[in-house]
Structures are given as C-alpha cells and as structure tokens.
C-alpha cells in the first residue's frame, strides 16, 4: 500500500527497531553519555539493553541524553521534501527536550530550498513508550488510507488522552537528575520509599507513595484501571502498553499480571505489548522503570 504521507519521530518514542523497519517509520535519534564527553546515538551507536548494563555496572555513574541536532532533522526530511511526500513528525513533549525545536528549525531551513514540502511537528506532549503508541497511531490512520490533513487533526484531537502511570527502583536517579523534585520531596528520605508517577498534558506529577515493589506496582495497576473506570469509551478504544527497562522478564510478568486484571475487572483486553523504556527517559528513573502508557486510539474499530 502506497504511503499518502510519511511519519518520523524522535528516538524518544521508544519502538523496537524491528517494528520501526516493519511500519516504515523514521527515527531521528537522541544521544547518550556517560561521561558528558563522548555521547553516542542511541539504537544506532549503542544499544538499549547495553546503556542499561551500564547504568547496572557502574552505579553512581549517571548518564545524560542530547536531542538530535537539526543537522539529523534536515537529513530525515530532506528525501520526502525532494519527492513532496508529505511528512508528519511526532516529537517528546516540549517540557523535556528542545527536540521539537530542533525539528522546527530544519522545517524552515528545508522549506526555503523546497517551498512546496509539506512538514507538520507535532508536540506530542507524552514521551516514552507511550509516544511510541502515539506514533504507532498515526502509523494506523496512514494504513487505514486517511488524509495527511485529517490525520494530522485526530493525533492532535487523541494526543490530551496519553497518560504513562508508572514506578522506579528507587529514588537515586530521580534526586540527581533535579527533574521531578515534588516527587522526591514527596518521598523524603525515607526509607525503601518509592514513588507512583503520572505523566499527563507533558508534566510529571506525583500520584502517590509506598514502600516495596509489589505494593508501588499495585497502586500503578490501580491507577490504570481508575482511568478507564472514568472513561466514556470501552477499553477496546485505547490503545494500552507496558513499558520496563533493564529487567524484561520483569516487564512480562507485570504484563501477564495486568492482562489477567483487567479481565477479572470485566475489560475486554487480550494482548498488551511489552516496550523497552529507552535511554531518554532512562537517564531519569534508572535502570528499573515499569509501568504502563495509555492513549486513545486513531480509529475505533
């Protein structure tokens, strides 16, 4: 099936490289360091299961992500600008990164030397995993035939419906990185606390504490299944996946575990999709994040 308009997003969405080749979707890649020196492209450079062995391996160690530069922008618009295929790019939420800016800066330089390109950037005001769901719905909206135009108008229609509940292993990365200080102000100094996460609308806010693993994961499950209890849609117009970060057997399990809930609680869910949490967010919880993205779907079925 031919495409009537192509979907880039940045290394912030999270999607395994085989699923990205399979969709025909383009990454622009973000950087990682662990030595504020040498920084390498995530995916292309160094892979995600090694950044996290690393973070493993060498603990105090705290590793930083650059957005991609507008040079990478440029370079991933130009072939669809010189064949006028439209373009829409799916960027992290502008709360986080300047990626969205890099993105708009190459639009105009590409524009002045292809005025009739057609780029929209899309804030998508989510990152992670549930970008990744984000970007995979418009990647159903292409398939399913719809215009670039409306395309463009249901993602930004769906987008205020994204929500990552979430868990980390610890406090450690979330104190040094300074990003979410209300939740480790939250938690204190207390000890085996760990905090329950949202993201929403591209912020971060705290949705509780508790001590232990089990515990912060029920709490996480319990918030999931608040948000559909207060939908107006069934749970076959969401789009719902698991994302982990070091530990995937983990990641499966919670799975199994959430699938199986949700069931008990009467929603109609057969298969959630496990993700691997990349190094962009990564860099912020630690080598143990786990939780879940929801958004709505592109097209009810």
Same mark, same amino acid.
Do not use: W
């Given at each position: 099936?031919?495409?009537? @308009?192509?979907?880039?997003?940045?290394?912030?969405?999270?999607?395994?490289?085989?699923?990205?080749?399979?969709?025909?979707?383009?990454?622009?890649?973000?950087?990682?360091?662990?030595?504020?020196?040498?920084? @390498?492209?995530?995916?292309?450079?160094?892979?995600?299961?090694?950044?996290?062995?690393?973070?493993?391996?060498?603990?105090?160690?705290?590793?930083?992500?650059?957005?991609?530069?507008?040079?990478?922008?440029?370079?991933?618009?130009?072939? @669809?600008?010189?064949?006028?295929?439209?373009?829409?790019?799916?960027?992290?939420?502008?709360?986080?990164?300047?990626?969205?800016?890099?993105?708009?800066?190459?639009?105009?330089?590409?524009?002045?030397?292809?005025?009739?390109?057609?780029?929209?950037?899309?804030?998508?005001?989510?990152?992670?995993?549930?970008?990744?769901?984000?970007?995979?719905?418009?990647?159903?909206?292409?398939?399913?035939?719809?215009?670039?135009?409306?395309?463009?108008?249901?993602?930004?229609?769906?987008?205020?419906?994204?929500?990552?509940?979430?868990?980390?292993?610890?406090?450690?990365?979330?104190?040094?990185?300074?990003?979410?200080?209300?939740?480790?102000?939250?938690?204190?100094?207390?000890?085996?606390?760990?905090?329950?996460?949202?993201?929403?609308?591209?912020?971060?806010?705290?949705?509780?504490?508790?001590?232990?693993?089990?515990?912060?994961?029920?709490?996480?499950?319990?918030?999931?299944?608040?948000?559909?209890?207060?939908?107006?849609?069934?749970?076959?117009?969401?789009?719902?996946?698991?994302?982990?970060?070091?530990?995937?057997?983990?990641?499966?399990?919670?799975?199994?575990?959430?699938?199986?809930?949700?069931?008990?609680?009467?929603?109609?869910?057969?298969?959630?999709?496990?993700?691997?949490?990349?190094?962009?967010?990564?860099?912020?919880?630690?080598?143990?994040?786990?939780?879940?993205?929801?958004?709505?779907?592109?097209?009810?079925?």
């Amino acid at each position: 099936m031919s495409e009537t @308009f192509h979907i880039i997003s940045d290394g912030s969405c999270d999607l395994p490289l085989e699923l990205v080749k399979e969709k025909n979707i383009t990454v622009v890649p973000f950087y990682v360091s662990f030595d504020d020196e040498h920084y @390498f492209k995530e995916n292309v450079e160094i892979g995600i299961r090694d950044f996290y062995q690393m973070m493993v391996d060498k603990k105090g160690v705290y590793p930083k992500s650059s957005m991609p530069s507008i040079q990478d922008y440029k370079e991933a618009f130009l072939p @669809f600008a010189k064949t006028a295929m439209p373009v829409i790019c799916i960027c992290i939420t502008t709360k986080f990164s300047g990626s969205m800016q890099s993105a708009l800066n190459a639009r105009t330089l590409i524009l002045e030397k292809y005025p009739q390109a057609q780029i929209t950037v899309i804030d998508a005001t989510i990152n992670t995993v549930l970008q990744g769901q984000y970007v995979l719905e418009a990647v159903e909206l292409r398939d399913h035939g719809v215009g670039y135009q409306d395309a463009v108008a249901r993602l930004e229609e769906i987008k205020s419906t994204g929500r990552i509940f979430f868990t980390v292993g610890n406090m450690e990365y979330l104190k040094h990185g300074g990003r979410i200080g209300k939740v480790a102000a939250l938690a204190g100094g207390a000890l085996d606390i760990r905090p329950i996460i949202t993201l929403k609308q591209g912020e971060i806010f705290p949705s509780g504490i508790d001590r232990g693993r089990k515990r912060t994961l029920k709490k996480v499950m319990n918030l999931l299944i608040e948000y559909l209890k207060d939908s107006n849609l069934g749970s076959d117009c969401y789009s719902i996946a698991v994302g982990y970060g070091y530990d995937i057997e983990e990641g499966a399990v919670f799975r199994d575990q959430a699938v199986s809930t949700l069931r008990e609680k009467g929603y109609d869910v057969r298969e959630i999709p496990v993700y691997q949490i990349g190094a962009t967010i990564g860099v912020h919880t630690g080598p143990y994040p786990l939780g879940f993205g929801i958004i709505e779907k592109g097209i009810h079925s």
